[in-house]
Structure formats: C-alpha cells, structure tokens
C-alpha cells in the first residue's frame, strides 16, 4: 500500500483521520471491527470505526482531539479476510474503489460476515444489506451473484477523474463476487 516515502512517514492513524472515503486501511479496518481512541486535554473517548467518519474529509474528530489508538479484537484462526483495490496506476494512487470482505466459514456456512467499502460512497462503509444476505449461508454461484448486486446497491459513488458512478458500481460487485469466489 502507497509509495515508498508515504509507507516510511505515513501512520494508520493519519490514514483514518484524514476521514478521506478512499482511504486503503479503513476498509480492511471495518472489517475487524476496530474502535479509535481520541483524546484531548479533557477527556478520552473510544468511538466505533463505522460511526467515525461523517462525510468526505470529515469526522466526529473534533478540534481538540488526537486520534491516538486503534483497538480491535485479535480474529479466529480460521477468519477469512480479502481485499481488493483498483486504481488508475500502479503506484501512488489514489483508490477509485476498495472492497473488503471477512467471514468464518465452518461446514461451508458463512458467519461473523463482514463486507466493506472504500471510493464508493461519501465515506467508507459496511455493506450491512450484503452482510445480512450472506449471513448463516452456504456460498453457492447464485449466492455470490446476489450478494455482487446487492453490494452495487449498497454503494453511492460519485463520478470523478477516476471513474464514473456506473464504472464503480460495476467494480463493487465484481470485486464483491471475486473476493467470494
């Protein structure tokens, strides 16, 4: 993830901070459930990763606050985690769609089901419909295709220099499909 000189100053915390929707560790962060601690001078506060970020570049952070900790639970053994990301070229860019997926998977029946979302949206989120969809089922092809459109209705992209909302949605469930597969 990112260039070598931003791999070398760059923090977890700086990347969830800066409350950008195409962050590339915040969607592998929904995934585990993390929490942010953010502290001031008068209090700390822990905050759940998915009621963090309020809008493009903003957050419940407020100005007198330091994000000083992300905490999340260590996963099962057996937890599956994928990820995947497009963008433009091959270094230095900035994501035009992140997709994360996470589940336990015992005699082939899915739980713990978790589906995130980055450059899809104003912010970074969980695809809570997908989620829900895939949750106690067995993976099967048609599943995986039901839970590919759900996603692309889940998603509210904008269209930009990276790429059109249709080109986006059309990732999302590819990436959403592909991660299942």
């Known amino acids: 993830m990112a260039s070598a000189q931003n791999r070398n100053v760059a923090t977890i915390g700086g990347n969830v901070a800066n409350a950008s929707p195409a962050g590339d560790l915040i969607s592998p962060l929904l995934l585990l459930d993390a929490r942010v601690v953010l502290t001031?001078?008068?209090?700390t506060r822990v905050v759940p990763i998915?009621?963090?970020?309020?809008g493009p570049g903003a957050s419940v952070l407020r100005e007198d606050e330091l994000l000083v900790e992300i905490r999340f639970d260590a996963p099962?053994?057996?937890k599956v985690f994928r990820f995947d990301k497009a963008?433009?070229?091959?270094?230095m860019e900035c994501s035009v769609v992140t997709v994360g997926v996470a589940y336990t998977a015992r005699e082939g029946r899915?739980?713990?089901v978790r589906v995130a979302f980055g450059s899809s949206a104003p912010t970074p989120l969980r695809g809570r419909k997908t989620e829900a969809l895939l949750e106690g089922k067995i993976l099967d092809p048609?599943?995986?295709e039901q839970a590919a459109r759900t996603a692309e209705r889940e998603v509210s992209p904008i269209?930009?220099?990276r790429g059109s909302v249709e080109y986006r949605r059309a990732l999302v469930g590819?990436?959403?499909a592909r991660l299942l597969s």
Request: aromatic share 10%; charged share 25%; net charge negative.
């Open 76 to 78: 099962a053994a057996e």
């Open 110 to 112: 899915l739980s713990n």
């Open 174 to 176: 590819t990436f959403v």
């Open 142 to 144: 048609p599943l995986v």
């Open 87 to 91: 963008g433009t070229r091959p270094a």
């Open 50 to 54: 998915d009621r963090f970020f309020t």
């Open 159 to 161: 269209s930009d220099v």
């Open 40 to 43: 001031s001078a008068r209090d």
